[in-house]
C-alpha cells in the first residue's frame, strides 16, 4: 500500500468517519436497495444517490470564546454544545453533559464551516495537468447533459488544503463556463472519501450552470460557429429553454394522462428540473447589463436564477437582484483579466449588503479557496471606508448562510442553530486576520482538522516529504 493511501485510510479512521462505509463503533447496516427506475420525474431522480454516512463524534463544548452565529448574530465569551453531529445550544453558558470534551476558546473564535458556492476542485485537480483537466466539456455550447461528479476525483490534494486552511466544510463543485449550458454541479462535504458518491452532501438539490458573457463568444466563435456574439448567446439560450419547455410539457402529459413515454433527452431532463424548480441556476456572469437580460429570460420561460457567479457589476444592479431574490456570488478584488470584469470595486458586497440583496463571497480557485474569511476581510474593509456600517458578525453570513442559502441548504448547514449540522471552525484568533487560521475543523461534530494533532493534519500523495508530513506516521 502506497504511504498517501495508508495516510489518508489513517486519517479518516482517526477522524471518525469512514466515507461510504461504517463507522467506528458502529454495526455495519443492511444497505438498501437501488432504486427503481422511474420514467416519470427523470429529471429529479438521482440514479448516484449519495453514500455519505456521517459519524457524529464525540460531544464536544466550547467555552470563552466569541461565537458568530451565521446569520449575523454574535456572543462574546459564550459556549457551544454539539453532539451526535448536531448542535445541540450556544449561548453565555450551556449544560454540557458527563464526559464531554471541553475546549477552553479565551481569545479564539467559533464559526459555521465555510461554504464555497464556486470551486472546481476535483474537475481541476492538482497536480494541474492536461490529464486530469475535466472541468469544461467544451465541444458545443449546450451541454446540459454533462454531470459535474463525474469528473470529480475526490484524491484532489485542494480538498485537505481548503479545509486545514481555509476551514471550508462544504463546497459546490461547478462544470466550467466555456458554455451557455456547461451541466449540472454538484454539493459535496469536504470529507476524505474513495468516491464522489462519498462526498456528495445528502439532499442538496443539484445546480446547472450557465454562463454568458465573454467565453461562450469566445470559445465558439473561434470556431467559426453559434454564438459569436452576445446576441448569439441569447439567441441559442432562448431556442434551447424552447425546447426544454417542449420537453416539460410532453412529459408532463404524460405523467398526468399515461400512455406512451416521450423518447428520453438526458441534457432536456436537467433543463425540466430548472423549468419544475427543482434544479437551481448557477448563472457565470459579469456585466449588469446582461445579468438584467438573463433575468428577462427566465421569466420568459419561467425559470428562476438562483445565483449570479463572478457577479462584478452586481452593484449597479442591487434592486434588480433584490427583487428577484437572486444572489450574486463575487470577489473581493479580481478585476482587469478581461474587459467584462473592468468596472470591479471593492465596494461591491457591501452595496449588496447596504441594499438588501444576498451577496456572498467565492473562490473559482484552488488557492483562494483556502483564505476566503481573508477575502471577506477586504471586501468588508472596502465597505466600512466607503461609509458602510457592516459588523464582522454580519459579514460571516457571506462565508456560511448566505452560499447555504443559494445551495439549498440553509436548513442544514450555514449557521450555529440548534439541530443543524455540527460543521463548526475553531480559529485561532479573529478570522479577518490575516495572521488567524482554522485551529480546528469538526464536520458532523467529527474533528477532521487538528493544527495541534499530526495525526490529524491532512497530506496527500502529492505532498509526502514536503515541510511537516514527515512528522505524520
Known sequence: MANGVRLAVTLAVAAGLVAAGT???QAKEKEA???????????SRDPYPSTYKPYGGVPTVITNVTIFDGEGGRIDRGQILF????????GETVSAPAGATVIDGTGKVV???????HSHLGDYPSPQVQALSDGNEAT????????????????????SRALANGGVTTLQILPGSANLFGGRSVVLKNVYARTVQGMKFPGAPYGLKMACGENPKRVYGSKGRQPST????????????ARAAEYKRRWDKYEKDGGDPPARDIAMDTLRGVLAGEILVQNHCYRADEMAIVLDMA?????????FHHAVEAYKIADLLKANGTCAAVWADWWGFKMESYDAISENLAILQNSGACGMIHSDDANGIQRLNQEVAKAL??????????SDATAWTWLTYNPAKALGIADKTGSLKPGKMADVVLWNGNPFSVYARPEKVWIDGALLYDMNNPALRPVSDFELGQPGAGDVK
Open 23 to 25: 463507522p467506528p463503533g
Open 33 to 43: 436497495p437501488p432504486p427503481k427506475p422511474s420514467p416519470g420525474k427523470a429529471y
Open 83 to 90: 453532539a451526535d453531529g448536531k448542535i445541540v445550544a450556544l
Open 111 to 117: 464559526s459555521p464551516g465555510v461554504i464555497d458556492i
Open 140 to 159: 458545443g455550447p449546450v451541454t446540459a447533459d454533462v454531470w459535474a461528479e463525474h469528473s470529480v476525483w475526490p484524491q484532489d490534494a485542494g480538498f
Open 230 to 241: 452576445r446576441m448569439g448567446n441569447i439567441a441559442v439560450d432562448r431556442a434551447t429553454w
Open 299 to 307: 421569466k420568459e420561460f419561467g425559470y428562476k436564477v438562483t445565483t
Open 381 to 390: 474593509a472596502a465597505g466600512r471606508r466607503a461609509g458602510f456600517d457592516i
